[in-house]
């Protein structure tokens, strides 16, 4: 920071920018502007970036942010500052610089680290009497006393009228930092050269391009591996990293709801719009339940499931699957399809964690951390009740245990997922893709260039279902889960899960609905 600011001690509110990376619908932005000089600012904290969850294809996402930030705050009349290290040293040098009347933030649901963190900024705010004006960012509700009334409030918070960007008064002579690089921060190597680019622009044309042209088949198709990859939004890592805010998204989507009503359409759109904005209701239900519960990210919900697994997990499965190495086509072919692009739909999502949990019976919590890596949208909120929810840890979900080889069958018929992903297997024939230890050619490939199965796929899932029931029938499993579901259980689901019975309970209907992937 330029010297001659350190005894000016301008008055200034901070707008602190951290999951939320755009100027479109930020209220903290909107409500501090209104009460005169705004510095934003963003803290590169070294230490997250160093956390098991964090990887270098996150970083080189949020860079491309902020560099889009940086402009769309310059035209407003302020551009970003970056500013580099510990939130609480960061906030204390900029409090000797300036005359800081306020901070200005949305409220965050992240790991346990955020979460701490947030805890030091508050109790620092607190003995400098400076306020922090903290704003929910989506339909989550910090100090939730009860789920009844939630689904509602939701829809009352994204029919709130959108706030546009203020202009800022330009604060000259500031050094406003630069964008480390992943090698600034000591990022192992991460490689995904299909990852969507970051930014809000991107965000912003993902969903356009969405609701008007690629959207229309978006409930046939969100299941299948390719299809999905284009008929789904693809604005999951712009939510998580908040280029686009979900009042902005939600209240998109029923414009483009009401403009197909008024041109009479009577297609699919109908239908795609419908579970589109279901998911949206979803989205913030499973971050409410982080909210509520921090302990998910480190605890199974149902304790009655403490020392199920073993908690140090076996390394060649893990190493298998997280590479893409266990011999079961589809598996592989899905976790190498996320380390090259960073996404994957939702029902390949789940497979993959079901099979780590049941098949090869790994704890949650290092395939969880793996997945969060590999996710370019991870979100705390969804992606930790989501990893129980296909663990079976929850104790309030029904149990669903994949069958690896069916699942790509039916969801990859043709194969060209499945080839594209694991050429080892071009000899193989179509009818025993998924099963190739069934093929004439299997001698010639499994052991060698593909590995054979790294366990039986049916007799794991059998003795994993018993495992599984067998805790399920314990004393006290249903009053324990009935407290867990009093707290975390949907009131309304917002969203007709395809395949749905009308008479399953609230729960169940939670099963459709799995990581983010949208």
Not at 4 to 11: I, L, P, W, Y
Not at 316 to 337: E, Y
Not at 505 to 516: A, E, H, I, K, V
Request: net charge positive; glycine share 8%.
């Amino acid at each position: 920071m330029d010297a001659s600011f350190r005894h000016q001690k301008r008055d200034i509110a901070l707008v602190w920018f951290k999951r939320d990376l755009r100027v479109w619908d930020h209220q903290p932005l909107t409500a501090a502007a209104s009460q005169g000089a705004v510095l934003p600012i963003y803290i590169v904290e070294p230490d997250f970036w160093t956390l098991p969850d964090a990887a270098a294809r996150h970083w080189r996402f949020v860079a491309e942010c902020l560099t889009d930030l940086q402009t769309a705050l310059a035209n407003l009349g302020q551009p970003l500052m970056i500013c580099k290290g510990e939130a609480v040293t960061v906030l204390q040098t900029l409090a000797r610089s300036f005359n800081v009347t306020a901070l200005f933030s949305h409220e965050e649901t992240g790991n346990g680290w955020t979460y701490a963190r947030d805890q030091r900024v508050r109790a620092w705010c607190r003995e400098q009497g400076i306020a922090w004006h903290e704003v929910a960012q989506h339909g989550v509700k910090r100090r939730l006393p009860s789920r009844d009334g939630w689904a509602r409030a939701w829809d009352q918070k994204m029919a709130e009228r959108l706030c546009k960007p203020p202009a800022l008064t330009p604060l000259t002579a500031l050094d406003l930092g630069a964008i480390p690089t992943e090698k600034d921060l000591s990022l192992s190597p991460d490689p995904c050269p299909e990852r969507q680019s970051g930014g809000r622009s991107q965000g912003w044309n993902a969903l356009q391009s969405f609701l008007t042209e690629r959207g229309e088949n978006y409930r046939s198709d969100m299941s299948n591996p390719l299809k999905g990859a284009t008929s789904c939004s693809r604005i999951s890592p712009y939510l998580a990293w908040g280029c686009l805010s979900m009042r902005e998204v939600s209240q998109a989507a029923e414009h483009r709801r009401q403009t197909l009503r008024k041109e009479g359409s009577k297609g699919r759109w109908n239908g795609a719009l419908s579970s589109f904005t279901g998911r949206l209701h979803w989205h913030c239900h499973f971050i409410q339940k982080l909210e509520d519960d921090p302990s998910l990210e480190f605890e199974n919900l149902h304790r009655a499931y403490d020392g199920l697994r073993p908690k140090t997990p076996d390394q060649t499965r893990l190493t298998a699957w997280a590479t893409g190495q266990t011999g079961l086509p589809f598996v592989d072919a899905c976790m190498r399809s996320l380390i090259a692009t960073g996404w994957l739909n939702f029902r390949m999502r789940a497979m993959l964690m079901a099979v780590a949990s049941y098949h090869l019976w790994l704890d949650w919590r290092a395939t969880g951390e793996h997945l969060a890596r590999s996710f370019t949208d991870y979100e705390p909120g969804i992606h930790w009740p989501q990893v129980q929810m296909q663990s079976g840890t929850t104790g309030i979900n029904t149990i669903r245990i994949y069958n690896p080889v069916k699942q790509g069958y039916d969801q990859d018929p043709t194969g060209e997922f499945t080839r594209r992903w694991v050429p080892e297997l071009a000899e193989v024939e179509d009818k025993f893709l998924q099963e190739p230890w069934k093929s004439d050619a299997a001698g010639k490939i499994l052991g060698t260039r593909y590995p054979l199965p790294i366990v039986d796929h049916l007799s794991a899932a059998k003795e994993a279902r018993e495992k599984i029931w067998a805790v399920r029938g314990g004393a006290d499993f249903k009053t324990k889960a009935k407290l867990i579901s009093d707290k975390h259980g949907s009131r309304r689901a917002g969203i007709k899960m395809r395949g749905q019975r009308a008479k399953k309970t609230q729960d169940d209907r939670q099963l459709g609905f799995s990581f983010d992937g949208s």
